[in-house]
């Protein structure tokens, strides 16, 4: 079993060297779940004494008003008998101490490190291992003695010291120590009181009993030790501290410890209840308990690091890949972003996404239905059309057929196509800039770096631009082709008058009657109606060949020939990650580092 306290003991300095020490924090805390005993009591309890029994060292600092101004995290280590004592600091992993008063001098020194000299207080654990075969395993945090009034320090003290104890002890995986002298009143004990209000049941709570022997003569803490005069789950436990004096005298803890015993098998008032009191007992029976509750808590460990890893994994997924610092690795990562860009673009063209049925509406609705509203009444009216031909014949009529008028109407008339043309191009560009800006959204990487997103949106639309005017172009040409070059046939099938058993004389000489006229308007029209229909599938081949596949092709190409061009601080202006990503990319990486840790030492104990 001893085995689980040193795995929580391994979670507990993993925890701290990772910055997990259970303070408020946006980060998921391992912390919080762990098994723990905390030390609590107010100034002068006797709080320092019983810790140093348990331990059978002095190595604690002493002095007025309050020493402890850190958690310290004490974590015993039961040796091979015959071996040294020696202490280990977390800060300081290949130092060992032997020498218990440099010890103590450490933890002063260190705790200065944290809270300067002004006597403040910090909730950042000091993390002490002590190796010995006088000692159980047994893991303890001691945290700052409770006060009423801040001598020597600042007046936020007595508030800050509370809140961090409460804080410490309201977690219902802490266990509580609640240290009171007995010869004070139990009613105003600090550590009962503030453990009263975490823990109303008592159900987590040990107490601790100091200076039983101090008490006035013909008085005893027999009530208070039997559990009569406040009832805890667990007995309480009486211990005897060494005197001041023996301090003093620097008593071995040893001789105290006997002295202790028999203290409490020689008095008549607490013979009885002897087995049960002093600190070597306190110690075995916390030991023992915390052992217990490991065992108890480890599948629902388990399973909070279980989902605290895959959520943090998800959450790093999201958040995306750290910027590389060589100029190489950011111009890879830029063309990385720019090629998922560039395949998400794709996906909406192909059908994968949605959005690339838009651009065969146009085709199929748009345009047929812009050609349709064309109006050519004006151009075929019968006084257009007189006007035309005579202005077409000059001063000499036309002999067969008014060839010049005939060309000059169906050029006009042809024309006005250029407009649904046009209104095509423009429409497919709309959607193709749409789907640009939606794969910019959905391009999850360049959520991390606002200012590329632009230089490729900006880049994207610029592309756009000249494709559409490029297509506009080729799009307008194909309605100039059809003006420049008419189809001779279409003209040579049409139907003659002596074929329909006309009057020659009124052909030649009657020329601009209005059933003549009205017979070339009709066939003008028959010629534009046939244009149109061939226009109908020809502008959306041009649109797709100029617009569509030349963006599926190429809507980076210019950006990715000025991105070569580019230094390494440039690049960086494109990378610049918002600073609170960077920071919670970095916390959760090692918070990951932690729990994966974890897990591996969990998985490997053999319970």
């Not at 800050?160 to 509580?176: A, C, Q, T, Y």
């Not at 838009?358 to 047929?368: A, E």
Request: aromatic share 6%; net charge neutral.
């Amino acid at each position: 079993m001893d085995n689980l306290i040193t795995l929580v003991n391994k979670i507990q300095r993993a925890c701290t060297a990772l910055g997990d020490h259970g303070e408020e924090n946006a980060l998921p805390t391992l912390w919080d779940a762990l098994p723990s005993i905390a030390v609590v009591g107010g100034q002068s309890s006797g709080k320092s004494s019983v810790l140093e029994s348990i331990v059978g060292r002095d190595f604690l600092p002493r002095g007025s008003g309050i020493v402890t101004r850190r958690p310290l995290v004490l974590q015993l280590h039961k040796t091979d008998e015959g071996s040294r004592d020696y202490a280990e600091f977390l800060h300081q992993p290949r130092k060992k101490y032997t020498d218990f008063a440099l010890v103590r001098k450490e933890i002063a020194d260190e705790t200065d490190r944290i809270t300067g000299r002004s006597k403040q207080v910090s909730s950042v654990p000091i993390h002490l291992s002590i190796y010995s075969p006088n000692v159980v395993n047994l893991t303890l945090i001691d945290l700052p003695g409770l006060t009423k009034v801040a001598i020597g320090q600042p007046e936020s003290v007595v508030a800050d010291i509370e809140n961090m104890v409460r804080s410490f002890i309201e977690k219902p995986n802490s266990l509580i120590l609640a240290i009171s002298p007995a010869n004070q009143d139990l009613a105003t004990s600090d550590a009962i009181k503030i453990s009263r209000e975490v823990d109303p049941k008592g159900e987590r709570t040990f107490g601790v009993l100091t200076k039983v022997d101090l008490m006035d003569k013909g008085t005893n803490a027999v009530d208070i030790l039997e559990g009569k005069a406040y009832r805890l789950q667990f007995p309480w436990v009486g211990v005897v501290n060494r005197s001041q004096a023996d301090i003093n005298k620097s008593v071995d803890m040893v001789v105290a410890r006997r002295r202790e015993r028999e203290y409490f098998s020689s008095n008549p008032d607490y013979k009885h209840i002897a087995h049960r009191m002093g600190s070597e007992h306190l110690a075995k029976m916390l030991s023992k308990h915390l052992e217990t509750v490991i065992k108890s808590r480890i599948p629902s460990l388990q399973s909070l690091i279980n989902k605290t890893i895959t959520d943090i994994e998800a959450e790093l997924s999201r958040l995306g890949k750290p910027i590389a610092s060589d100029a190489g690795g950011q111009l890879y990562a830029i063309l990385e972003i720019c090629r998922a860009f560039d395949q998400i673009f794709k996906e909406h063209l192909d059908g994968v996404r949605p959005g690339g049925d838009r651009i065969y509406n146009v085709f199929d609705n748009q345009l047929p239905a812009a050609l349709k509203r064309l109006s050519f009444e004006k151009n075929l009216s019968m006084e257009n059309v007189r006007k035309r031909i005579t202005e077409a014949d000059g001063y000499q009529p036309h002999l067969i057929a008014p060839e010049q008028g005939y060309r000059h109407l169906i050029e006009t008339s042809l024309s006005t196509i250029k407009g649904p043309a046009e209104a095509t191009v423009d429409a497919i560009h709309y959607v193709l800039k749409d789907l640009a800006h939606k794969s910019l959204t959905e391009t999850a990487e360049l959520k991390q770096y606002p200012s590329l997103r632009i230089e490729v949106g900006n880049a994207a639309v610029d592309a756009l631009e000249k494709l559409r005017d490029e297509s506009r172009k080729s799009a307008v040409k194909l309605v100039e082709m059809e003006c420049s070059y008419l189809t001779v046939d279409f003209f040579r099938k049409l139907p003659q008058d002596l074929e329909k058993g006309g009057n020659p004389s009124q052909s030649v000489f009657d020329r601009y009657n209005e059933s003549y006229l009205h017979r070339i308007g009709n066939n003008v029209l028959a010629y534009v109606n046939m244009v149109c229909g061939y226009l109908r599938n020809a502008i959306p081949k041009s649109v797709v060949h100029c617009q569509v596949r030349e963006a599926k092709r190429s809507l980076l190409d210019h950006f990715f020939t000025e991105l070569g061009k580019k230094e390494g601080k440039q690049l960086s202006t494109l990378l610049d990650e918002d600073p609170a990503v960077m920071e919670r990319r970095a916390g959760l990486g090692k918070r990951l580092e932690l729990y994966k840790s974890a897990q591996a030492e969990i998985d490997g104990v053999a319970f």
